[in-house]
């Protein structure tokens, strides 16, 4: 007995679809109207080997949204009658404007294959269609057809036949992803589907999205199984809905409809060439320059360079007003409290510690709003478009870059964002990869350090810093690649969605919801950070000290006031600044004994024998320490260590200075901080995304990348400074 199988053809009106039915049924076919409409339905029988095929001919349409009978009738059939395969249809000579209804046909789940027809037109208009590639990105088979010619026709139902026998094996149908933005709209909508446990048609993720493009259908067959759960599917959409309102001041089906054509533009750029006529628009006029293989990576480069000397340079005034806040709440504080352990603790601790990482607010607020501006504009994406090549090296693809960039803002959403990637090894390479770039926190850190030793050319130093960050992660990835991911590399599409105005309060909103996770970390982690810091830097409170600095100062103001008291009126001045200042010194080298003496100090000199070779102090390298918690406890634990307590950043500059660390020192802490173990959050990410036994290997592989390339950047400036 022959094996029955159903075939349904879907595609756009005058694309062939016909033609090629006809070709396969023959005279092997009826017409009627489906059931409960007025459409036309053809249905046809043919016998290939020994298969029984059934051929629906489905609605011609451009797209499966619920807006004519044609549409809801095509989708119906798909989802309801679940056909062995669809047939899509496709106009080789017009890929593009195909390519909307076939993303369309791929999000209902089933089985699907590609059918090129026309391609004698396409070969006649210059056109030339990487079939091997579009299969690879799309995960399907493609075929060429000629419909008028009858050519093609065993091969389509051949490889209809096959890939019919792989899903059967397990095979399951490559979603197609969108952005960020869209996608966590998507998944939250899809997880309250699950929760709820509503059994409807269709994938769930599918679902998800019609429920989300407000599908009246879609949203009628829910309500019509009375679940008690379909207000909280409802809610979880409309929050959605108004977020992307708000975003982009549009509704999320034009959003979404953006997004599919700059998966198509990706797919289109990836596999045509030779295109004898292109639709001329700004964005590919623009794209001529920014996707260039020649000349996009050098003004990418320049972007990002202009984003860093934005975020130093503009932010150096609000910094300082910041910073003028944070020392008239300390002194108002030291004047109104009485002597206690509470009152150094308010001080020197929480405001001391919070205010030496709050004023780097805004220069994270510009790095958030320049990244804003790219993920806005359209220009992120071709940012990864353009790395794809570089991303090859280390055996990834250009897709990887998005979650990589996302890292200069935080590491935690970064590692998050690689869920878009298929392919598991892509996934956990691009994990590992992602804390080398150089997330906002670590920017205070180089801030102080580089504007320290490096002062006009501090943002070209930051922007090295990040760019190494790029160059190590790329080249890790090569070497993981080599050693622990060894396979094929997952073929991918780059969406490159049109390029947008961006709206300014688009720009704000992303920027605020990034900032609101630097200001949490404020009055968590980094205020549980500096709390801990000074607990272990005061106590124990008896210490011994090398020499009786209570006697030596009352010794200096006796010898000063003697000075003082026969001296001219002239000279009284000029010895009341010197009384001063060796007070001040007296008082600073106390402070620094005690700080080495306390629990924090025993902890640093511990440290010291593996901070040393790199040239990093024992001050320092308890900084780096504590910067497991947040990497803007660095800064604070700092000025702790340092005896600047709450004094701003210009007492800070001193003290490094004075303390003997050189600017070769200062470059060998930064490339540290740049590259060493991801914060405590981070790591708690990657044990979720992938597992405790990735969490643990990056703990460790990240501090060796770090301290051997810290090593190499001190020894080298040792060795070119002697020489």
Known sequence: MNKKITLALAGNPNCGKTTIFNNLTGARQKVGNWPGVTVEKKEGKLKFKDYDLTIVD????????????????????????????????????????SLFLAIQILELGRPVIFVLNMADVAEAKGIQINEKKLSQLMGLPVVFTIGNKNKGMDHLIETAIDEIKRFNKGKESRPIRYSHTIETCISSVENQLVESGVNMEGLSRWNAIKILEDDKVIKAKLQS????????????????????????????EMVLTDDRYGVIAGIVKETVTNLASKRIDMSRNIDLVLTDRLFGIPVFIFFIWVMFQLTFSLGAYPMGWIESAVSFLSLNLEKNLPPSMLKDLLINGVTAGIGSVIVFLPNILILFFCIALFEDTGYMARA??????????AGLHGKSFIPMLMGFGCNVPAIMATRTLESKKDRILTILMTPFMSCSARLPV????????????????????????????????????????KGEEAPFIMELPPYRIPMFKSL??????RGKMFLKKMGG????GSIIIWVLSNFPKQISYS?????????????????ISSAGTQEVGSLTLQLSLILTEINHKQEQERIAKSYIGRMGKALEPFFLPIGIGWQPS??????????EVVVSTLGVLYGVGNQGGEALEKALKKSGMTALSALSIMVFVLLYVPCFATVITIYREASAIWAGFNLIYTTMVAWSMSFLVYRAGMMLGSG
């Open 525 to 528: 982690v980094i205020l549980v």
């Open 547 to 563: 020499e009786d600095y209570d006697t030596k100062i009352r010794s200096v103001k006796s010898e000063y006031a003697e000075k």
């Open 508 to 513: 704000m909103i992303h920027m605020w919801d």
């Open 384 to 393: 990864a478009f353009l790395m794809d090549r570089v991303m090859h090296t």
């Open 446 to 485: 180089y801030i102080v350090l580089a504007g320290s030793f490096f002062s006009d050319k501090a943002g070209t130093v930051i922007f090295g810093l990040y760019f190494s960050g790029i160059i190590i992660a790329i080249l890790s990835g090569r070497l993981l690649r080599s050693v622990l991911f």
């Open 225 to 252: 199984m009375s679940s008690s759960s379909e207000e909280k599917i409802f809610q979880a959409a409309r929050e959605c809905r108004k977020r992307i309102q708000d975003l982009f001041e549009d509704d999320f």
């Open 58 to 97: 489905l609605p011609g349409t451009y797209s499966l949204t619920p807006f004519s009978i044609e549409e809801i009738t095509a989708r119906d059939f798909v989802i309801n009658e679940r056909p062995d395969m669809v047939v899509n249809i496709i106009d080789a000579s017009n890929l593009e404007r």
């Open 622 to 631: 308890v900084a780096l320490v504590s910067g497991f918690v947040a990497k």
